[in-house]
């Protein structure tokens, strides 16, 4: 922290900083409850996430977040035609 910070910037940071952390928390909840990495990215992005910040919290690139919810979006029948061609 820079001390030349006025009182919200120190505060903003703070949030933004609890909300990581938070983040983590869920994430690792999730993990233990057996979600696979689609499921967490849905639940996230149906929260209001971005693909950005569910890429930091899981730890990986926001393409591969991008490509999970784009998946689950297609939808089971649209997957299996294309397994099956």
Same mark, same amino acid.
């Given at each position: 922290?820079?001390?030349? !910070? $006025?009182?919200?910037?120190?505060?903003? &940071?703070? /949030? #933004? /900083?609890?909300?990581? +952390?938070? %983040?983590? +928390?869920?994430?690792?909840?999730?993990?233990?409850? %057996?979600?696979?990495?689609? &499921?967490?990215? =849905?639940?996230?992005? =149906?929260?209001? +996430?971005?693909?950005? &910040?569910?890429?930091?919290? /899981?730890?990986?690139?926001?393409?591969?977040?991008?490509?999970? /919810?784009? $998946?689950? =979006?297609? %939808?089971? #029948?649209? =997957?299996? !035609?294309?397994? $099956?061609?």
């Amino acid at each position: 922290m820079v001390e030349d !910070q $006025s009182p919200n910037e120190k505060i903003l &940071e703070q /949030l #933004a /900083l609890m909300n990581k +952390l938070l %983040g983590v +928390l869920v994430s690792s909840n999730m993990q233990d409850a %057996g979600m696979t990495m689609a &499921e967490q990215v =849905r639940i996230m992005a =149906r929260v209001g +996430l971005t693909p950005s &910040e569910i890429a930091a919290i /899981l730890g990986t690139a926001p393409h591969n977040v991008s490509s999970a /919810l784009y $998946s689950s =979006r297609k %939808g089971p #029948a649209k =997957r299996a !035609q294309k397994h $099956s061609t």
